[in-house]
């Protein structure tokens, strides 16, 4: 299955100023997922970015706030815009495992604004 | 109600024991069931992906699906430490939408 490098794993950062997630997969695939994971709470799926189209976004996240990139079929970042302290959380990027057996998930990146 | 349902615990045993963590869920649709283990500070890893009803296992890990009662569980036989982690279960329908619908995880503690 894939391999995926997320980075950073943990920033803190100030209140209005913007965070960029960078997803790097060792193969191609179509699409990418970004989640959000808040304690005690399931993953939250953000949106969904296909290489070559805009993002398609959940119920509840905008692309002003969530600006999502995904120039080739191995790269996408995620962008965390004006934030304040409710965007602590952890957010993950995913892709689908090949013939579709589940998920493969990067690492994580913890976000404390504050 | 939500789609999925799952205690989030902890759930604290000692090593050797045997595990069992279900999921509920309320969308009969669900054709796909899978288990994650999240350690912390790490992204879930999939642990085991189920088609519909029936049981399987790997090595001390065996899922069961029972349709009829929308009721999944994972058990893990002779606990290690090392399986300290939370464990995640999700769930998809077939065919249209490619994303899974996850519970929020219950925590597993397995003390020496």
């Known amino acids: 299955s894939a391999v995926i490098s997320q980075k950073p794993s943990r920033d803190i950062c100030q209140r209005g100023t913007s965070l960029t997630i960078q997803c790097q997969v060792d193969?191609?695939?179509?699409?990418m997922f970004w989640y959000r994971q808040q304690p005690g709470q399931s993953l939250t799926l953000i949106a969904t970015?296909?290489?070559?189209?805009?993002?398609?976004?959940e119920s509840g996240f905008v692309i002003d706030k969530f600006p999502i990139s995904r120039p080739n079929l191995t790269f996408s970042t995620l962008t965390v815009s004006n934030m304040s302290p409710e965007d602590s959380s952890i957010y993950l990027c995913?892709?689908?495992?090949?013939?579709?057996?589940?998920?493969?998930f990067g690492s994580g990146t913890r976000l404390t604004v504050v | 109600q939500k789609e999925v349902e799952q205690d989030p615990g902890p759930l604290s045993v000692p090593e050797g024991a045997i595990v069992s963590l279900n999921c509920t869920y309320s969308?009969?649709?669900?054709?796909?069931f899978m288990w994650y283990r999240q350690y912390s500070r790490k992204g879930p890893e999939l642990l085991m992906y189920?088609?519909?009803?029936g049981n399987k296992e790997d090595g001390r890990f065996t899922a069961q699906v029972d349709k009829s009662s929308k009721y999944i569980s994972l058990f893990i036989r002779d606990s290690q430490p090392s399986d300290s982690a939370t464990y995640l279960c999700?769930?998809?329908?077939?065919?249209?939408?490619?994303?899974?619908?996850f519970g929020r995880g219950t925590s597993l503690i397995v003390h020496p």
């Open positions: 995913s892709v689908e495992r090949p013939a579709g057996y589940g998920y493969t």
């Open positions: 193969s191609q695939v179509t699409m």
């Open positions: 970015a296909n290489q070559g189209s805009e993002a398609t976004y």
């Open positions: 969308n009969s649709a669900f054709q796909y």
């Open positions: 189920t088609y519909s009803s």
């Open positions: 999700a769930m998809k329908a077939s065919g249209g939408s490619y994303i899974p619908t």
